[in-house]
């Protein structure tokens, strides 16, 4: 039986029979890459507290002369409303609730009229940039305004003239348009005892409510300041929020100048940290190119919105995405964060005033039902694998096969890195927040330490902060030691010995070392590449046989064809039932079903000769048909043990209507999907087609007398969280 997870195996019987199958029928071979090695064992109320006037930061200045707007076009009274162009947005701020007002461009044509909103709001997004728009109503105009490309470069007296941000507490940033941005600083000392090196969270989370930067103490405890930053549209951040939108981005860049040019920063250059959502900002911020960013550190996250997380082979991800989405969308309403309505309330006007734009914002979770396809002008917005080689900081970056957030999709990207002249990449089984366990923040802390705090690496805090995130998140707290590697070495010799090391470490069976208590997140063994895709590694190919028989490419094999019935709801969408955090505990309870007879294909291999270290990606490769149109389709690589223990090892998806190949970016090893409306195609009638399944990238050691296995069902019962609670 299945009865384990990805890193809390327990037993089972190991055997699989190939069941009495319906359509549709599958033949196929699967792909993947061998490296042969030995192995050792607030929600809010929304009280009166809106404030009615207008922040003054975010105004756009009218001389007060000025009574109309005479041209042969408009005889209309100058706007009372306040008008804040930025890059490809225009806000209104202060007009008239219900009034209908129109954005006029530079050719006196109207392209866009909406109502204004309860507060007095209204957002034009996605115009070209340009001079002479104009935002027009029934007896009002505005003057005209430009709008702003995002490859224009603010002066450097923006950031130099910035107020002040407070040395230890709450603040805001001004953007480049205007927009004020909340800020919480966090100083490992007093002021006078800096300039401090300095580290940046920004995020749409909560980084710079005060009552809640309890992971500041990661960096204050090595000598950092921290910065948190919320993103436009969250927090007591103007703006209105939308899922990485290019301002979001601008918004960052700005960020990292305006902190960089606080007097208690060290050389005046920052550096990024966070894990998910902080940790994907900072592909997007860093693809910016902001002047005084010296590095960045995103852990656990995604290369493709579309491929890794949001429509993993086509599906839509209601298990995480989705509601990640709309618990976003929720905090982004006014006064969605419970602590900004208690600062507006205590007299921040700033804060309050900030919430008027919130109603703009798009409905998130609609526009995913609405994209239920990749496209270029959207999909690749959103995609950091086609814009990473923009980076061109020191990198350090790490993530787990299993994430059940994330996915494990991202080390496709890792090759994309061209700028950056130093990328190095810690990669592991496991979940979410592996990327923070002490086998990965050894290296993180040795990181930050060289390249933002420029000094030889000290990790004398690394066990009291391991014990105290180990107690918070995993439930253990006795972990491996921090040993100083570079004790009595030069910055420079640390440095220059560091960066020698073999970028790309793979940490194999996370969870299972026998010298600690089950499930602490400590690694049987490591093992150190060169780059990723991992050079050494040979791709070997599987063939689908008889009896269940997954056979090496030179066996003999006769034609034929297995089916299985595609049943929803075969299974359990997901092998964890618990609730919040508790996925990451050690001790955590999976629940790792069998395949009921009849509704999948199982193949095993014969027990291995020798032990097998597979490290990369794969293909599973299939001839199908069926019954019906179109059909969604899951296949599993585990590890069968001789004493019958079946480990989980990595899954992937694909609807097989969106079977269509980008030919020129697919591989022997990684097949990609378009996705793309156009190319889906329903499966014809009694008919075999080629599908190419893109099995997610993973690394593990498959010990002799251990049997491959390779299953194909319905989707369900593969993640933790996510996938499918959308199969057919």
Known sequence: MFSSGPSDPVGGDGEWETPAMKSPSAAASITIALLLAACTNSDSNRESTLASSVATTAATSVDATITSIDDEDLGLALATFVVQPGTEQIAVLGAEPGAMLSVVDPDGAAIDTRAVDEQGSLLFRNLAPGEG??????????????????????????????????AGGFGYIVTRDGTTLSANVVLP?????????????YSGYQPSDPDSADIAGLYTAQGFAYVGVNMRGTGCSGGSFRFFETVQSLDGYDVVEAV?????????????VGISYPGISQLFVAATQPP??????????????YRSTLYPGGLLNTGFAVSWTQARADQAQPFGQGWTQERADAGDRVCADNQLLRLQNPDLVQEIGDNPYYSNSLGDSLAPITFVDRIEVPVFLAGAWQDEQTGGHFPHMLAAFTGSPHLYVTLTNGVHTESLTPPVARRYMEFLQLYVGKKVPDLSAGATIAAVLGEAIWGVSTFGPFENRFEGDTYGQALAAFEAEKPVRVLFEQGGNAAYSPGTPEP??????????????????????DDGRLLSSGAAATAGADSYAAVPGALPATFYEGDGDGVWQAEVTYDWQPIPPGDGLGYATAPLAADTVVVGSGSVDLWMMADATDTDLEVTISEVRPDGTEIYVQSGWLRASQRALDEGASTELHPVHTHAKDDAADLPADELVPVRVDLYPFAHPFRAGSRIRLTVDAPGNSRAVWVGSLNR
């Open 260 to 272: 960089a040019a606080q007097p208690w920063v060290m050389d005046h250059e920052v550096g990024m």
């Open 524 to 545: 049987n063994f490591v093992v150190e590449f060169d780059a990723w895709p991992v050079p050494e590694a040979q791709a070997s190919t599987w063939r689908l046989g």
């Open 189 to 201: 000392g007093a002021a006078d005892d800096g300039p401090y090196p300095t580290v940046v969270e």
């Open 133 to 166: 728009y104009r935002i027009v109503g029934d007896t009002e105009a505005s003057p005209t305004v430009a709008v702003a490309s995002p490859s224009d470069v603010p002066p450097a007296d923006l950031y130099a003239d910035q107020p002040e941000l407070p």
């Open 292 to 305: 005084s960013l010296n590095s960045i550190t995103p852990l656990s996250v995604l290369d493709d919105s």
